[in-house]
């Protein structure tokens, strides 16, 4: 069997007519991790007793001729943000280094109650802070497609395990870009879905205004079919919206003629890299051979996104980080003398360098005198900017951008410079605070590299989203690429 080529659809197929067993998929998984992720850095736990033990119940359940349920016996990951019940939960911080959270995320519920498999915990961005896992307290993670490079982040981790063929799906979260990018630096389906169209219950908060679960898969149709998995309103979390469910899978098969295209011009006009942009221009050129209307529309306040964005996102860290204090939560200094040390030396000696940052940061945009001037200017320009992409979303049916202005990063080569760090989202700030759906596909290559194009939808209307992913990649063939370790 080879790992990295099993689809969700395809490895549910092989148990069912016991082509392999759950017990050799979900060994198999382990053995390449074993061999490969000492290269690679994408887990920072791993269940594997528990998942063996899994493994052989389903098998069990097939002996008898029960039939399996959606996600039965196949292997996923999870980034290390979700709460995981028993199981370590660090959000790749010294800070929770020793955390095992008492209860499971709605969407790990979700994938339990599905029967999938979890394998373990990937490596991401300390509390889902940066965009190439270069945060982690742990170290980075690599992209399979070059160790050299970053898998993209915060989700890198699981970015990376998926595209190294250490598990067949993966769940990532994205605030502002965590899941789309790193699945567009390595060639893979990256889905933020509508704010509110799945449970945040049981996320490790980073920007509660901006924070949903997201979705790697290998096809649009693997990917569809987490989404209806996971997709809901749920009472735990206030912000799910009770919009009926999609049947998502149902739609995949609409053809793309008549669909309007939006193509933002602000997304096209500072090309970085002509290779990655002319990789852009040819998936464009096939959408409209596949009967696509291309429009050129303007997203004006674009410009101001990602400044919006890093007004908006420490201000809110700065308030969920407060919890973080050795008393509440978080591993306690043991060298402090009395209360005000254990908070000051608690949160000094445990958080990192880009924690800390967005903690001043969004503090002194909240604080009094400053905030009119920060935070709620910001909020203003966030709601132009959803007002302006809700209005352009009236007159076409979806728009197309760019993941990224280049390929993956090599890791060390802007960790150190911050602005140029936040300059990484300058595509994926739109969707974060306007709320509506975005995934990143498999594109092409450019400098043997994946390069992701992005296409984002209307509130709620991930069907249409995932169908033109659909008809692309049955018109392409970068699904069929893999890395080779
Ligand atoms: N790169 C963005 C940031 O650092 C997005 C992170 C995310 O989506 N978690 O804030």
Redesign the pocket.
Known sequence: MDIQKLTIKSAKRALESKEFSCVDLVSAVFERIREHDGNVKAFLTLCESEAMREAEQVDAKISRNESLRVLEGIPIAVKDVIATKGVRTTAASKILEQYIPPYDATIVRKLKDAGAIIIGKTNC?EF????STENSAFGPSHNPWDLSRSPG??SGGSAAALSAGFCIAALG??????TRQPGGWCNLYGLRPTYGRISRYGLIS?TSSTDTPGIFAKTAEDTALLLSVLAGQDKMDATTLPAKMDDYASHLERSLKGIKIGLPKEFFEHTEDPESAEVISQAIAKLEELGAQIKHVSLPHTKYGVSVYYII?PSEVSSNLGRFDGIRYGHRSQDASNLFETYTKTRGQNFGSESKRRIMLGTYALSSGYYDAYYKKAQKVRTVITKEVEKVLNDVDLLITPVSPHVAIKLGEKNDDPLAMYL??IY?STAALSGVPGLSIPAGFAHNMPVGLQIMGKQLDEASVLSVAHQYEKATDWTEKFPLL
């Open positions: 961005d889902a802070h940066g965009a982040g915060s979260t994205d605030t502002g870009g965590s980073m996102t990484e989202d994926m």
